[in-house]
């Protein structure tokens, strides 16, 4: 499989952005990791519902807005760091493989922590 280019936004407001997204996906973007953990379950629905729908099954969010995953198309999740180290299994990320989630990634900031 060739390589494919994820891009992550800023955590902070862009002018603009969720216009510059969609003509990205537009243009063939794959993978768009949705990064704005500073907004509640409702302000990141809503900037979800800025993407087209056709395109949000392109978008990972991290994992405290596993909850818009039904409603919103989301199929890719993202673990903080902090997120991937408290999981005492991996039982739980096969249940989210059961629930649709059909990719999962996570932050490594040094090799010799994973």
């Given at each position: 499989?060739?390589?494919q280019l994820t891009i992550i936004t800023d955590n902070r407001?862009?002018?603009d952005e969720l216009?510059?997204?969609n003509e990205m996906f537009r243009f063939g973007l794959m993978n768009l990791h949705l990064r704005k953990p500073m907004l509640d379950l409702k302000e990141m629905a809503l900037c979800i519902e800025g993407i087209t729908e056709?395109?949000?099954n392109r978008i990972t969010v991290i994992h405290q807005y596993l909850p818009l995953q039904k409603t919103h198309g989301i199929s890719k999740i993202h673990f903080t760091e902090k997120e991937r180290l408290s999981l005492k299994s991996?039982?739980?990320l096969a249940s989210l493989r059961k629930r649709g989630i059909s990719q999962i990634s996570t932050s490594i900031h040094a090799a010799n922590e994973y």
């Open positions: 499989m060739p390589y407001p862009v002018a216009l510059i997204l056709e395109f949000r991996t039982d739980y």
